[in-house]
T-cell receptor, first 114, second 112 residues
Framework: EAQVTQNPRYLITVTGKKLTVTCSQN?????MSWYRQDPGLGLRQIYY???????DKGDVPEGYKVSRKEKRNFPLILESPSPNQTSLYFC?????????????FGPGTRLTVL | QKEVEQDPGPLSVPEGAIVSLNCTYS??????FMWYRQYSRKGPELLMY????GNKEDGRFTAQVDKSSKYISLFIRDSQPSDSATYLC????????????FGSGTRLQVQP
């Protein structure tokens, strides 16, 4: 089954404790992206990647890091999480020809930073 | 001013009604316009996208773009309770279609 998977699905952590949210897709997609979703603000793009070793900032990259060492994986790293990073996070992927047009989204990771 | 504005709703309609969901945008350079549907506790899923102006139909769904007014609409005919979800409009803000800007979403409730 074609899908985007994220782990963990739910995470409660404390300020300053480094964490990684993993994202993996099995569709051989070149393009991958991370979003956060907050009430009243909608989905905002954090980082995206056009291919292995190619990443770029989205609208809200501060406080986040990403890496793309393999085509299928695109982890999101919070080096020192803060309460304002409490949010619902989505990973997405698509074929590069479509860019961000035809993205498949993962199920989401709900992060709470205390 | 946000680049993309969307009424958050909620919008409640009876089953079978025609639903109109709308977004306005400020950047005249936007060329592609997308509609995503998001069920509660799920990731968004692409419904359809259009390029430039005009209408595009897919089953009960019709997307309409009016570039002169910077206004896009999604019409749902014969709405069903299964259409109850949040609908998000989105537009790539770069010519490479890599960076997306989303509206905040309109929550739709179709009453049986």
């Amino acid at each position: 089954e074609a899908q985007v998977t994220q782990n963990p699905r739910y995470l409660i952590t404390v300020t300053g404790k480094k964490l990684t949210v993993t994202c993996s897709q099995n569709m051989n997609h070149e393009y991958m992206s991370w979003y956060r979703q907050d009430p009243g603000l909608g989905l905002r793009q954090i980082y995206y990647s056009m291919n292995v070793e190619v990443t770029d900032k989205g609208d809200v990259p501060e406080g986040y890091k990403v890496s793309r060492k393999e085509k299928r994986n695109f982890p999101l790293i919070l080096e020192s999480p803060s309460p304002n990073q409490t949010s619902l996070y989505f990973c997405a992927s698509s074929l590069v020809q479509g860019g961000a047009l035809e993205q498949f989204f993962g199920p989401g990771t709900r992060l709470t930073v205390l | 001013q946000k680049e993309v504005e969307q009424d958050p709703g909620p919008l409640s309609v009876p089953e079978g009604a025609i639903v109109s969901l709308n977004c306005t945008y400020s950047n005249s350079a936007f060329q592609y316009f997308m509609w995503y549907r998001q069920y509660s506790r799920k990731g968004p899923e692409l419904l359809m996208y259009t390029y430039s102006s005009g209408n595009k139909e897919d089953g009960r769904f019709t997307a309409q773009v009016d570039k002169s007014s910077k206004y896009i609409s999604l019409f749902i005919r014969d709405s069903q309770p299964s259409d109850s979800a949040t609908y998000l409009c989105a537009m790539p803000r770069d010519t490479g279609r890599r960076a997306l800007t989303f509206g905040s979403g309109t929550r739709l409730q179709v009453q049986p």
